[in-house]
């Protein structure tokens, strides 16, 4: 019978640096399932569920190349809540399914579940362990609306539908600041990696 994964939830709010630190554990020669890319996964061009999107919201949702208009949703679900409630029961259960495969046929010593919503969803329910990367609001905003050119309303809006900063630290098992001098940030991930290491050996 083969051994289920350790498995580390890496979460974050939005501009927060979570694809930074993910990417420090991959070169260490750690998978890392990205949560954000099975929701792009699940809607590519001609699947169920972008069809069933666009019957919803309207063919004007999918760009010309027949890819959803990614901007567009979430112009339209961050400004209504109950479009938003029936986006996320349609997409869930997709995501985690899409997830649950990768993660099961990780090799690497441990796995990393990158994830924004880890707590929003039902996600942190897949893994032993939660490794929080932590920056303040008003840097969350922007470094956000520097790398993406978003506007700061948008992203506070974002920041404003997802669990809080403060329940987020409260909830987490290891924090990593990513306000502080990014020198350290290498020698940090290395002793992270060291501890899940050790967890991953002694489960």
């Excluded at 112009?75 to 479009?83: L, Y």
């Excluded at 579940?113 to 897949?126: K, R």
């Excluded at 929080?132 to 905003?141: A, F, H, N, R, Y």
């Excluded at 350290?184 to 002793?191: A, D, L, Q, Y």
Aim: aromatic content about 6%.
């Amino acid at each position: 019978m083969k051994k289920s994964p350790f498995i580390v939830g890496l979460t974050g709010g939005i501009g927060s640096g979570k694809s930074t630190i993910a990417e420090g554990f991959r070169t260490l020669g750690i998978v890392t399932v990205d949560a954000d890319y099975a929701s792009r996964a699940v809607v590519e061009p001609n699947t169920p569920a972008l069809k069933e999107i666009a019957a919803h919201f309207g063919n004007d949702i999918i760009l010309a190349n027949g890819q959803l208009d990614r901007a567009k949703l979430r112009d339209v679900i961050f400004s209504d809540n109950n479009q938003k409630i029936w986006l996320e029961a349609l997409l869930h259960p997709l995501i985690r399914g899409w997830i649950m495969q990768q993660l099961g046929s990780a090799k690497s010593p441990y796995v990393i579940l990158e994830s924004p919503l880890l707590y929003e969803t039902d996600q942190h329910l897949l893994v032993n362990t939660i490794l929080l990367i932590d920056l303040p609001v008003e840097l969350q905003i922007e470094r956000a609306s520097a790398r993406d050119n978003n506007d700061e309303q948008q992203i506070q809006r974002i920041i404003d539908s997802q669990m809080s900063r403060q329940e987020k630290l409260k909830r987490a098992d290891w924090i990593f600041d990513n306000a502080i001098n990014k020198d350290t940030m290498e020698s940090r991930v290395e002793g992270l990696h060291h501890e899940f290491m050790a967890l991953a050996t002694a489960t």
